[in-house]
């Protein structure tokens, strides 16, 4: 029996009235008056719990409209044309404008034109904006031509697509962890195109939308049917996005049995297998390649009602939650789950947690909660929201940010519209796109009241309106103003920051019992009149967070905000915010402060959480008087992290006793003196096996493979593998490769841009597990500041494995 077949035995199938749950849970306005329901937003038949309506939300002053505003100005200054043309040119049709750089002409061409359609769709729920629906409109008539133009159904910017998809269809598959035929994440930038489609016809009402994405998954079904199981397995190792997740849409859109069953197909067996079984195996898998995932089974499980995948999904999210989340709700290093027991790589490294990570964290959260209205799902969402997503983004420019360092005194850098084509751009447009979809929502004639948001609701169902009124997070209060006469329950989220017993609830002054139910909601049921307002008093304190590996760290909390402050550990210095188009523009590479030189609180003990003072006039200011040691003139000013731009920062402070703080600093220097060195006298470096730093350096293979050893990747192939890597001033000296002992009698050859390097056969007699080697690269090797570096297996044996590469002056 084949992998994936008992699943798609186990599967039930779809409801009967299936059809007319989508027709009632997303019927659709008129395309003037916006589209219904969120993708993904949960079964909406009676009983059920429901988000709203994105257009039924307008939001009112406040950062996060703000944060709208600039998205839409940075949505509108990309050039519809230039991100279409990668589907055009696939098609065989005349461009209108060449397309972009960076990532869209290097492999993953397309993608961005996926984000583009769920973007708009979701700016025009959002805004109701005329020209965001011209441009949508636009958009979908330029990929229905390229659509007809195929002429089966098929439509994406993969360069070389056709050949490679029918070589598929042929049965000719090599699948690596981030490629397919040597493809770059094929079916995860053809994931972009589907979810756009699908929101085009979601959110904006494009009927031409549904048709199209119906044919493109259609096209799928011919193409995957001459796989076996064993096959789309196989194919599944590689990046693939939410897949499943998109196909359980459209089989709950049509009511089709088909689509369900190739969702299910598209279900990634060797991840699905130990979260059902409650096993933890995330240390070293690339972080966002299984969220998607994991929201596929969420949403084929919520649909089949198979209460496993269920659980795998629950099991999944709070494994991520509570044991791979920082302080700001965002998880990973350098794009991967690290150790659990370990986030040392946090503290070291400047590739900290990635953006779309949680954007796709905050998705499964709203699956989760219409599943089970916990209030711990709205807090992470919450918490996530205001310190991971609100921060990353420019509030001047609107750019986008990939990493976030945690790194003490790093700093981060913003996409620029015409530059910058990363995958943290293509979710950023649209998350901010859509900030008015978890505020509230409703089961029966229960509103729930999620985020402290200013904004207004139409709860068209109940002929009532709603409006939030505040300056939260800077005031810890709240008003909701009642439009309408109408019984039904509020029910207030009491959030997790706020200390028992101290939330304070009037009705038109009158004080109200604020009594925590089960789910960590405060109810208020009456019949409410026209006028009616509630006043939420949200007391706020100052706490502090440890490190989850309970490391000498902490974040600085007030509320449910993150403080940060700026730091200048090099004065004077002049520092570019603004990424370039760059393959790798998307790290913050400029020097790396020491770790023995980052500001420290001081104390002699962890309880010194009450040393904050809030500085008068100032919301969210504080000082700690006599709390931080820092080589930096003046006291240190804490303020929230999603106002922090254009600066180095802390978000996690190291902690020392006055006794123990020499000791600490002379630790941090010896341990950092020996990397430090390599990284400045490193001119390239690739880790092998790890998806983005492979990819940044034009990874090419036949015959490979990759995987992890203990928490280590390697990379190693039958045939050969290379990379292409950067020495602009021809200044390499020195090839440095890491290699493990248990592959002792490997046989293979290094090359130079062709030249031959080394003849290796990997020794028995190593100092340690892993190990390196040292190769004499010859002066000019470069050529126009590139070195192509190839390993080539000899007959009968194996080139790699490959745990580390550094191009040395």
């Known amino acids: 029996m084949t992998s994936a077949q008992p699943s798609r035995r186990r599967a039930l199938k779809l409801a009967a009235g299936a059809a007319a749950t989508v027709a009632s849970h997303r019927a659709l306005a008129s395309a003037s008056d916006a589209p219904a329901a969120a993708a993904g937003a949960g079964l909406a038949t009676s009983g059920k719990l429901s988000l709203f309506p994105l257009n039924a939300v307008r939001l009112g002053p406040s950062p996060f409209l703000e944060a709208q505003q600039t998205d839409l100005r940075y949505i509108l200054a990309l050039d519809?044309?230039?991100?279409?043309?990668?589907?055009?040119?696939?098609?065989?049709?005349?461009?209108?404008?060449?397309?972009?750089?960076?990532?869209?002409?290097?492999?993953?061409?397309?993608?961005m034109g996926g984000h583009y359609l769920s973007a708009l769709a979701l700016m025009f729920a959002a805004t109701g904006d005329k020209q965001v629906h011209e441009r949508l409109n636009y958009a979908i008539a330029e990929l229905k031509r390229c659509q007809q133009a195929n002429g089966?159904?098929?439509?994406?910017g993969i360069p070389g697509g056709a050949a490679a998809w029918n070589d598929i269809a042929q049965g000719k598959l090599h699948a690596d962890n981030f490629s397919v035929n040597g493809k770059w994440v094929p079916w995860y930038n053809l994931h972009k195109t589907y979810a756009g489609l699908r929101d085009a016809y979601t959110y904006a009402g494009s009927e031409d939308a549904r048709t199209m994405l119906i044919a493109l998954c259609d096209w799928t079904l011919e193409l995957s049917s001459h796989l076996t199981d064993d096959q789309m397995q196989s194919m599944l190792r590689g990046e693939h996005g939410g897949m499943n997740e998109v196909l359980a849409d459209v089989a709950q859109m049509t009511g089709q049995q088909k689509y369900m069953d190739l969702a299910i197909r598209f279900s990634h067996q060797a991840i699905l297998r130990p979260l059902e079984q409650g096993k933890d195996q995330l240390t070293g898998l690339h972080a966002n390649t299984q969220i998607p995932k994991v929201i596929g089974f969420k949403r084929i499980g919520d649909i089949t009602q198979r209460k496993d995948w269920q659980k795998a999904a629950a099991f999944f999210w709070q494994t991520v939650h509570d044991h791979r989340t920082?302080?700001?709700?965002?998880?990973?290093?350098?794009?991967?789950?690290?150790?659990?027991?370990?986030?040392?790589?946090?503290?070291?490294?400047?590739e900290g947690p990635e953006t779309c990570n949680t954007y796709n964290m905050l998705k499964l959260t709203e699956l989760l909660f219409l599943g089970d209205a916990k209030g711990s799902y709205a807090d992470y969402y919450e918490r996530a929201l205001y310190n991971h997503i609100l921060s990353s983004q420019h509030p001047n420019s609107g750019g986008f940010v990939y990493f976030?360092?945690?790194?003490?005194?790093?700093?981060?850098?913003?996409?620029?519209?015409?530059?910058?084509?990363?995958?943290?751009?293509?979710?950023?447009?649209?998350?901010?796109?859509?900030?008015?979809?978890?505020?509230?929502?409703?089961?029966?004639?229960s509103l729930y009241v999620n985020l402290f948001i200013p904004s207004t609701l139409d709860w068209r169902e109940q002929g009532v309106?709603?409006?939030?009124?505040?300056?939260?997070?800077?005031?810890?209060?709240?008003?909701?103003?009642?439009?309408?006469?109408?019984?039904?329950?509020?029910?207030?989220?009491?959030?997790?920051?706020?200390?028992?017993?101290?939330?304070?609830?009037t009705v038109n002054g009158k004080p109200m019992a604020a009594a925590i139910g089960a789910d960590r909601y405060v109810n208020l049921r009456r019949l409410w009149r026209d006028g009616d307002k509630v006043e939420i008093h949200l007391p706020m304190t100052t706490r502090l967070e440890q490190m989850p590996d309970k490391s000498a760290y902490f974040a600085v909390l007030h509320g449910p905000v993150v403080l940060a402050a700026k730091t200048n550990p090099f004065p004077g210095e002049q520092l570019n915010y603004l990424a370039d188009d760059s393959r790798m523009g998307h790290i913050a590479s400029g020097p790396v402060c020491p770790l023995e030189?980052?500001?420290?609180?001081?104390?002699?003990?962890a309880n010194f959480a009450g040393r904050f003072r809030a500085v008068p006039g100032r919301p969210l200011t504080f000082t700690a008087p006599g709390l931080v040691q820092s080589a930096a003139a003046g006291p240190t000013t804490f303020v929230p992290f999603f106002r922090v731009h254009d600066a180095r920062y802390v978000v996690y402070w190291p902690y020392s006793t006055q006794d123990g703080l020499a000791e600490r600093r002379a630790k941090a220097a010896e341990a950092e003196k020996e990397r430090l060195a390599l990284d400045a006298q490193t001119i390239d470096q690739v880790a092998p096996g790890e998806q983005q730093p492979e990819s940044d350096h034009f990874f090419k293979a036949e015959g490979a493979d990759a995987g992890v050893n203990k928490g280590k990747h390697w990379r190693h192939a039958t045939g050969w593998f290379s990379y292409e890597?950067?020495?602009?001033?021809?200044?390499?000296?020195?090839?440095?490769?890491?290699?493990?002992?248990?592959?002792?009698?490997?046989?293979?050859?290094?090359?130079?841009?062709d030249r031959l390097l080394a003849e290796v056969r990997l020794d028995a007699v190593a100092p340690?597990?892993?190990?390196?080697?040292?190769?004499?690269?010859?002066?000019?090797?470069?050529?126009?500041?590139?070195?192509?570096?190839?390993?080539?297996?000899?007959?009968?044996?194996?080139?790699?494995?490959?745990?580390?590469?550094?191009?040395?002056?």
């Open 597 to 605: 030189q980052a500001p420290v609180l001081v104390s002699d003990n």
């Open 326 to 350: 920082v302080a700001i709700g965002g998880n990973s290093v350098k794009e991967h789950f690290h150790d659990d027991k370990d986030y040392s790589s946090m503290i070291e490294e400047v």
């Open 152 to 156: 089966n159904g098929y439509i994406g």
């Open 725 to 753: 890597l950067t020495d602009k001033n021809s200044e390499a000296r020195v090839l440095r490769l890491t290699y493990a002992k248990a592959d002792a009698g490997r046989r293979f050859d290094i090359l130079i841009n």
């Open 465 to 505: 309106q709603i409006r939030q009124s505040n300056r939260f997070p800077d005031e810890g209060r709240s008003t909701i103003t009642i439009k309408g006469n109408k019984t039904f329950t509020l029910k207030i989220r009491y959030p997790e920051w706020v200390q028992q017993g101290a939330l304070r609830l």
């Open 768 to 809: 340690g597990e892993l190990y390196t080697h040292d190769y004499a690269i010859p002066a000019g090797a470069a050529v126009a500041g590139r070195l192509v570096v190839k390993f080539v297996a000899r007959e009968g044996s194996v080139a790699g494995g490959l745990y580390g590469l550094r191009l040395l002056r």
């Open 80 to 111: 519809a044309d230039r991100l279409l043309a990668p589907f055009l040119r696939e098609a065989g049709l005349p461009l209108k404008r060449p397309t972009y750089g960076n990532w869209e002409s290097s492999g993953l061409d397309g993608h």
């Open 404 to 445: 976030t360092p945690m790194r003490p005194n790093h700093y981060r850098v913003y996409s620029q519209p015409q530059k910058a084509m990363w995958c943290c751009v293509g979710s950023g447009i649209e998350s901010h796109a859509k900030y008015g979809e978890f505020i509230y929502a409703h089961r029966g004639d």
